[in-house]
C-alpha cells in the first residue's frame, strides 16, 4: 500500500504497518526541522554565545556600552545583568520587569515578623529604593520568626538591623530607614516618597491609618496578617479594587483584634505570608500578573489549605475613597486611630487597667511578704492552661478565667484544704500574666461570694521584675 491508506480490500495488520510505518516518517521530519531550526538560530545567534572573555555571557550590545557596572537609561549594567540573570530568564518579567524594579520605589511598615521576609526579598531581588519603618528594638522573643534580626541586634533598633541584613544582601540599593513609628503625624511626609506601601504591622489602628494615608496619596497597598496558625494578604486600592475601610467601615471588637504577643504564632506562618506580600508588592511595582486586588488569600497552616476569596469590589460609600468622600489630608492628620479602633498602635502603650478598689489589690512585694510568714491562703492563676504550663508560682491553683463561674466550689474546696474555714473570711489572692484578667477575676468573684480576693498588681510581669528575677517571662 501506498498512501491511499483507506483501502476497503487491506487487511486490518496492514492498515497497522501503514500507521506504524507513517508515525516513523512524521518523527524523521519533525528532528529535521529541529535541526534545521537549530542551524538557523546559530546563524543569526547573538555574540552573547561566544565564550572569548568573561563579559560574553552578558548581551554583548548591553555590555559595550556598560562596562564597569554604570547603569544607562534603557539598560542594565554587567554587574545587573549577572545578579539579576534568573530573573532576566524569565520570559514573563526579564530586562523590563528588572528595570521596572530597580526604578520602583517600596516601603516596608513593620520590620517584624511579615516584614523581615518582605524586606529580605525586596533587597535581594533589587528594588531601586528600600524604606523600612518601625520604632521597637529587636527582642529575643522576636527571633523564631523575625528572621531578619540576628541575636547580636537584641536590644538594638529594628530599622537598623533589618537595613543591615539587607546591606549585606545587597549593597546595590538605596536602603532609608525610618526611626519611628508610622503615624498620622508623619505618615504623608514618608509615605508619598515611595511607589508602593507594604503593611507588615500587627496592629488595627496602624491598618487603618495606613490605607488611609495610601488612598490620599494614590499608593497601592499590600496589607499582610498572621496570627496563630493562619494568615491572610490583599493588595488594596490598586487599580479601581477596594480600601481596607471599603471592606471594613467599622472596627472590629476589640477582643477580636489579637496579636502575636497574646495568642502566639507558628514562626513560619508569617514568614509565609510575608514571602507573599514581597510577590504581590513585586507584582504591583512591576505591573507583571495579576495583583491580590478585591480578592483575598487565606492561609491555614494546620491543613496545609490556601484558599482564595472574592472580596466586595469599591464602596461607593466609602467614607476615604467613595465619591463622596470628603477626607481630607488636613482630617487625616488630626484623626485618632486609636480611639477609633479602641486598641492601641503599640503593646508598649497598652493601658493597664483599673478594674477593682485598691483595696482589692495587692503589690507582688506584699504577696511575698505574706508568704514568706507562711500566711494560709490560696493562690489563683486564672490565665489559659497551656499558659500556665510555661510557667507558674509554686503552689498556685490555675483555674482559667474562662470557666471561673463553673468552678466556685473548686476554690472553696482550695480554700479548705488551705485552712481556710469559708470564702467570706477566705485569703484568696489572683493572678494572671499581667495584670488586667485578675482584676476581672476578683470583680466576680467579689461580687460572689469572695469578698476578700484581692488582685496581684502587675500579674507574674510584675512578680518576675520586683521579686523574683529568675521566674521565666514569654
Ligand atoms: N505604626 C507603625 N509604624 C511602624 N512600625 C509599626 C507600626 N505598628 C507596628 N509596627 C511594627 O510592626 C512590627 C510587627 O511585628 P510583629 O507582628 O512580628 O510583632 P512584635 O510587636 O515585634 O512582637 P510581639 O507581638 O511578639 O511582641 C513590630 O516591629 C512593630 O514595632
Ligand atoms: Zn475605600
Known sequence: MDSGIVNGGASSDDILREIERLEAEKKEIENRILLLQAQLNNKTAPDACRKEDDTDRFPRPLVNSLRNGEVSGEGLSADMIYRYSRHLLLPDFGVEGQLKLLKSSILVVGAGG????????????????????????????????????????????????????????????????????????????????????????????????????????????????????????????????????????????????????????????????????????????????????GRMLLFDALSSRIRIVKMRGRSSHCVVCGENAAFTQQNFQNFDYECFTQSPMSDRSSPKLKLVPESARISSKEYKELVDKHEPHVLLDVRPAHHFKISAIPGSVNIPLSILEDKLPTIDLALREAGQVSGKHASLYVVCRRGNDSQRAVQYLNGNGFPLAKDLIGGLESWAQDVDRTFPIY
Do not use: W
Not at 137 to 144: C, G, I, S, T
Not at 164 to 182: D, F, G, P, T
Open 114 to 293: 511579615l516584614g523581615s521576609p518582605v524586606a529580605l526579598y525586596l533587597a535581594s531581588c533589587g528594588v531601586g529604593c528600600l524604606g523600612i519603618v518601625d520604632d521597637d528594638m529587636v527582642e529575643l522573643n522576636n527571633l523564631h520568626r523575625q528572621i531578619i534580626h540576628a541575636e547580636a541586634y537584641v536590644g538594638k533598633l529594628k530599622v537598623k538591623s533589618a537595613a543591615a541584613a539587607c546591606r549585606a544582601i545587597n549593597s546595590s540599593i538605596k536602603l532609608v530607614e525610618h526611626r519611628e513609628a508610622l503615624k498620622a503625624v508623619n505618615a504623608l511626609d514618608i509615605v508619598s516618597k515611595y511607589d508602593v506601601v507594604v503593611d507588615a504591622t500587627d496592629n488595627l489602628p496602624s491598618r487603618y491609618m495606613i490605607n488611609d494615608c495610601c488612598v490620599l496619596l494614590g499608593k497601592p497597598l499590600i496589607s499582610g496578617a498572621a496570627l496563630g496558625l493562619e494568615g491572610q494578604l490583599t493588595v488594596h486600592h490598586h487599580n479601581g479594587g477596594p480600601c481596607y475601610r471599603c471592606l471594613f467601615p467599622t472596627p472590629p471588637p476589640t477582643a477580636a483584634c489579637q496579636r502575636c504577643s497574646d495568642s502566639g504564632v507558628l514562626g513560619v506562618v508569617p514568614g509565609v505570608i510575608g514571602c507573599l506580600q514581597a510577590l504581590e508588592a513585586i507584582k504591583v511595582a512591576t505591573a507583571v500578573g495579576e495583583p491580590l486586588s
